[in-house]
């Protein structure tokens, strides 16, 4: 690609415009990729020698790039994180590596997401800032000005946003559908001696991950980086910053994070070493398939309370956004039903028989054809867009229209209750870990599967 390079020089009282096209080095540098640039390239004229600052490549990837400035804008974002959340601070040094991985592995499922037609819009987009915004306890204006503060513009943490729904849904397509969990697998869980005296556990990990059929001098290799790894850790060192320089995790860049875990479908040779600890300590080096593994327990949670969950009896019709209905013409038509309805407002009865007339007319969900019936659903049980709107729908009335990850969706909360679903909130709590542990596996061998079949070249220049 041709890059035209503006130059001005002032040569007595005039300026002269002098515009150039040259070819440079190596492969193609998609125009997105030179904003903020921060790399030196000379470019000779006949007694003119003059010097134009471009974005450089850090590494070429299948038929894009990941560029100096994601980079400098990721590592930014990684220690503004650990900083809000009270965490040692890093050294910049200790995690570009990894940020240079984390973006190879974005461009990477990013081309299998435009591959597989995948996309999302800018509501979908705009949506999720708000709640971002909202969860920090600030207006949109007010979280731009935050985001300045710390150096980041608002349109790389946008672009950040968007890459997130992408990737979100392209794992939900190649790996949370694939993962199924069996009403048996869940009894068994439930039945057994270890779910009778079941501990949560928050767990933070560091991976060092072994390659598909690695040979017995690479499993060495790797089994003494994991031992360097731990002395480290035993010498006194911060495990959110040693998970950051070495893990080979999809949740290095968060410290290892790992959020929530049961006992009783964790490995037996997991639970077991967890069982010894107290918040604070973490294991010894635990070899799995997958790779050698380091727990660090955050924090214990018992259990045996009764758990009164407040529920809603919730129908809705959804209008698909796909390849036959853009994201637009699918708002459109949800707005028009709305309107259809609007007239029953005053009319709780008419309003009954209109939007299961509707629903069954022209929701596209299964749910159709019981009048978009969904039942009673608890938090957590739908995506959270759809949540939220139900939660702060009042009983009778129908929602504005919603967007998420299936459509565009209008709904009505009929009824609320309170319940007390300790069994039935066990077995969802059970299959919901069962599904989370088959499914990081998965998406684990998924990512190291994509990572070897794409073409990756560092830019040492």
């Keep these: 690609m041709q890059v035209k390079l503006s130059i001005f020089f002032h040569l007595s009282r005039c300026f002269w415009y002098i515009l150039i096209l040259g070819l440079l080095k190596s492969t193609l540098v998609y125009a997105d990729s030179l904003n903020n640039s921060s790399a030196t390239v000379k470019v000779k004229m006949p007694a003119i020698e003059s010097i134009v600052t471009l974005n450089k490549i850090v590494a070429f990837v299948n038929k894009g790039v990941v560029t100096q400035h994601q980079v400098d804008v990721g ?60 969860a920090q306890n600030m207006d949109l204006a007010t979280f731009k000005e935050n985001l300045t503060k710390q150096g980041i513009s608002f349109d790389d943490f946008r672009q950040q946003i968007q890459t997130q729904i992408l990737l979100e849904k392209l794992k939900q397509r190649e790996v949370d559908a694939r993962v199924s969990v069996s009403d048996d697998e869940v009894n068994r869980v439930l039945n057994s001696e270890a779910y009778k ?3 949560d556990y928050n767990l933070s990990d ?80 635990i070899q799995l398939p997958m790779g050698f593994f380091i727990f660090k327990l955050n924090d214990i949670k018992k259990h045996g309370a009764l758990q009164i969950v407040h529920q809603y009896k919730v129908r809705h019709i959804l209008i698909k956004v796909n390849e036959n209905n853009s994201d637009d013409e699918a708002h459109q038509k949800i707005l028009d039903i709305e309107n259809l309805l609007a007239k029953d407002r005053n009319n709780p009865t008419q309003l009954n028989l209109d939007f299961i007339k509707y629903a069954k007319e022209y929701s596209e969900d299964t749910s159709s054809i019981n009048g978009g019936d969904i039942g009673w659903v608890s938090t957590g049980d739908t995506v959270p867009a759809f949540e939220k709107v ?64 794409a073409y990756v070249e560092m830019n040492d220049d």
């Design 75 to 134: 590592v930014l974002q990684v220690i503004q994180n650990f900083k809000q959340k009270g965490m040692p601070a890093l050294n910049p040094a200790d995690i570009e590596s990894r940020v240079v991985e984390q973006l190879i592995m974005q461009k990477i499922q990013l081309d299998l997401a435009a591959r597989s037609g995948i996309k999302t819009s800018d509501i979908e987009i705009s949506d999720a800032i708000n709640n971002v915004a909202k």
């Design 206 to 285: 560091i991976i060092i991950n072994l390659p598909e059929q690695a040979t017995a001098e690479v499993v060495d290799a790797r089994h003494n980086l994991a031992n360097q790894v731990y002395a480290q850790l035993q010498s006194g060192s911060s495990f959110s910053q040693v998970a950051v320089k070495y893990s080979n995790g999809p949740n290095a860049l968060t410290g290892g994070e790992l959020g929530w875990k049961s006992s009783a479908t964790l490995p037996p040779v997991i639970a077991t070493d967890l069982a010894e600890l107290k918040p604070g300590d973490y294991t010894s080096v």
């Design 197 to 199: 005296n079941k501990i």
């Design 390 to 453: 139900v939660i702060s729908t009042p009983v009778g009335v129908v929602s504005e229209p919603v967007r998420s990850p299936f459509g565009w969706h209008i709904l009505e909360v009929v009824a609320t209750r309170d319940s007390n679903l300790t069994n039935d909130k066990e077995k969802a709590d059970i299959r919901q870990e069962l599904h989370e542990n088959k499914a990081a596996l998965l998406y684990t061998q998924w990512l190291r599967d994509i990572r070897d079949a």
